[in-house]
Structures are given as C-alpha cells and as structure tokens.
C-alpha cells in the first residue's frame, strides 16, 4: 500500500510539472512583455545626424545596461548623404566596410525592434573577434553578427570603436546619439575620466615619447602586475649584454630542460625541445611578437646562465632607469610565480605606468630597433623553422603603430603598450599609449585606441616642441616630464612611495 501510494503521488508531480510546461510554452506572449521587458538585451535609440538626417538605431546592451553595440547598417543608412557615407558588406563570420561610398540598401536599416522579442531573446547576440575590414586592410574589433528582421546579416558595433573607425565626432545628448560627420572624433580625456571610462582598468597613461612628457595618466603611480609586458624589460636587459659585448644576435642557444619544460605548459606559445637550438636573434622575435614565455626563459638563460641571476639583472636595470619602489620582477616573462609553503601564495611581477613610459622611453631611444621587431605582423624565423604572430591589434587599426607589447594574466588584466610615430614639422616623434587591468580585450582596443588618436592631435596641433603642460593636459593638470635620453635617464634615480 505504501508503495503504491509513493508511485501515485510521484505520477502526480510529473503531471503537474508537464501541465506547466505546456501552458508555459502555449500561452502567447503577454502585452506586458514588450521591449523594457529585456531592456539588458535589444532597445532603440534615437540618432541625429548633424545638417543631414534623423533616424533610429537599433543596438544591444550586451549582458549589462548600457554596454552598448549599434547596428552599422542602420548608421551606413543614416550617414549616407554625408562625406562619411559607407557601404559594408556582411555575412555570418566577416564584415567589410568601403569608405566614401554611398550603401547599398538591404532592407530592414532603420526598422526599430519589434515588441514582441522572445524570438531575439532566444536567438543570442555573441560578441567576437569576427573578420573585419576596411578599405580592404584588416582591422581588429569586437563585433556582434546577427540577422535583421529581413532576414540580412548586421553588424553591432560599440558607439566609441565606430567613431574611431570612421573618426567622426560622436556624442549623446540626453538619450539621443548625435554624429558630426563634418566633425573629425573630438576627445577630452578629462570629460571620459568624469564619467568612469578609466575605471574598469588598474591604470592608463599617454606620453610624448620624444620629449619625455606625459600627456595624461589615471592611476599612473600605482603599481600593478604587468604580465607579459614584462618581456620589454627581458630585451633591455638582453640588448645591454649584447652591446656589452658579452653575447651577441647570431649566437646560437640551446635549449635546456626547463625551457621545454615550460614549453609543455599551458602558457607555451609552441614547444620546445631541451637539446635544440635557435639564435638570440629568433628568440627576441619569438619573445616580442608572440609573447612566447619558452623564449624569454631561453633568453635569460643565454645571457646569465639561470633565470635567477637574469631577474637581478632586470631589477637592477629598473633601479639604474630610476624607477619606483612600486616595480619589481620575480621572472623573465610575467607568468605568476607560486611562493611555496603549504600555503602557497601567487606572485607577479609589478609596474607602475610611469615606470612602463620610462623603460619605453629607454627602449626607443637606446635600441630604437625593437620598433623594427615589433613592428613586423609575422615573422619567420630560419633557426626555429617556424612563423611567430604580432599579437598586437594596435598594427591593424591605427597607421604608423610600431609596437609594443601586449599582456595578459587573470590577475593583470588585459595590458598593452602601444607605440606610434607622429609626423610633426618633417620630425618623427613617438607617443606612447599604456593601458594596465582592463577588464577585457575589447576594452583594452577601444581605450588604447582613443589614447593614441588623442596623442596624435595633441602632437600635431602644437608648435614641434615640447609641450608646455597645462594648455595641453585635459583640465589644466600639471605636466609631468621624463627624460628620455640613456644618460638622463641612468641619472633618475628616484624612489617614490606606492601609494
């Protein structure tokens, strides 16, 4: 009886949960159910195309309000009797834009969402690194690919990347997006400092290279882990030892047991076999363009004979740059560093962003050649018989970028220093753009970016000299002037306190 009992209460369960299922998915959408219900996920926003058009864009809060991506072909369609007309092309993986053109019209451009957005809800919008083009040369953005209501595939791309894409001036005015496309992209890193642009990263800082100025900095005295930026800090020290005479490009390593060890990680860009051998040379290309930590281990090992004795060095040269307490290295190539102990804690190394300006300063004053290197979008090396990749997305989204070097652990962030020549009166000069702790790639693009765009009006629109602070720093702060040349530099030996 007690069984039986159990069987019919059971079967009683089933049944109601079946019975909810069903109504569940049979009952029709209510009127309730309109576009504020999914607000984090589709909305309508008004734009006004300054002297030309008004209309509406679609666009998607990716997962968070306000994290916002705007349909490019509604944008195509609004700016198309403009000197920023654009047509783009897009299929399920790839999208291709063609400047100064007017667009073609596909059908569904301008159509807001409808109210009804179960099917939209249940049909993600996933952001990636889609294949992505511009007059033909590749560029790197996160984008999102889904169809429109006719059915034809659209591009979602954030407001900031696509006013940098075109550089055309962008801003909101109450809950309306307004673009000038009379207007080049208009910044002022001050303004995007007050609304927390800065905030979803450790620290960023932009400088004039050639002179030593900093431009702007947010938290630019802080220290913070610097994952494999450090690899900048590795070359300095390997390009002393080979000036020095004590080693040079063409000699050949080999690779010992903890090198192919480490290359059998999970942090190894390609494996490495402890017997083999490549020059110092292809090491430096391995370890600048693809961050391979195997490489900079082989590195430190050639030039020093351990990577314990190779890290002292690293940490001398930063007290001879006259950098801060705030900077210190445990390895060679910004991997974490377990401590040991049935407690093992998770060390990295560290860098303040001023810090970074300086050892970048020395770098392309004393060994300009890494410009050369990390420069390159691919390169073979004939030691190693195999290619290495340019990890930098800086090289395909703003002309004239020459490197640095990108970083990321969980603990780091996303991390990039990026390098870019300036023409100004018949000189080149160099701005640097340091970005430390963003929270993700995309972010990390979009801030650096806007760092070297900004840089590169400031540059071009004074007199050739050095800049005189307060008329070119956003909201009258002081300006800050670091040397850049070896001998001033070797002569900065200040300690400053982390705060």
Sequence with gaps: MKIKTKIITSLKYICIFILTVCITFAMPLTAEATLETY??????????????????VKAVDLNYDENTYISMRDMAELL?????????????????????????????????????????????????????????????????????????????????????????????????????????????LKDLEADGYFEGMNAVLLGDASSGEV??????????????ITKLMTYAVVMDAVTGGRISLDTVVTFSENVEKLSYSVDHAFHMQAGDTATLEDLIYGSLMQSSNECSLALAEAVSGSEERFVEAMNLKAAELGMSDGTFFYNCNGLPVFSGGVFSGKKQNHITAEDLFILSNYLLSVYPRITEITACSEKYLESMSRTVMNSNPMLKNVDDVVGLKTGTTNKAGSCLVSAKKVSVNSENRYIVAIVLGAEDGAFRNNVSQTL????????????????DGASHIDGGAESKKIPRDAESLARLIVRKTIK
């Design 80 to 188: 198309n009797a403009t000197q920023k007309a654009f047509d783009i092309k897009v299929t399920y993986n790839s999208v291709s834009v063609t400047s100064g053109v007017p667009y073609e019209i596909k059908g569904g451009e301008n159509v807001p969402f409808a109210s009804n957005l179960r099917d939209e809800k249940d049909d993600p919008y996933n952001r990636k690194k889609n294949a992505f083009s511009i007059d033909e040369k590749e560029v790197s953005y996160y984008t999102i690919i889904h169809k429109n209501s006719e059915g034809v595939y659209d591009c979602y791309i954030t407001p900031g990347d696509f006013a940098l894409l075109l550089d055309i001036d962008m801003w909101y005015n109450g809950d309306v997006l307004n673009a000038d496309p009379d207007s080049a992209l208009n910044l002022n």
């Design 39 to 56: 607000p984090e996920y589709l909305r309508n926003i008004p734009v006004s195309i300054v002297g030309s058009s008004e209309g509406n």
């Design 215 to 228: 431009i702007y900095e947010y938290n630019g005295d802080l220290s913070f882990p610097l994952a494999s």
């Design 452 to 467: 070297l765009s900004y840089g590169t009006k400031v540059l071009q629109a004074g007199d050739g000299g050095l800049l």
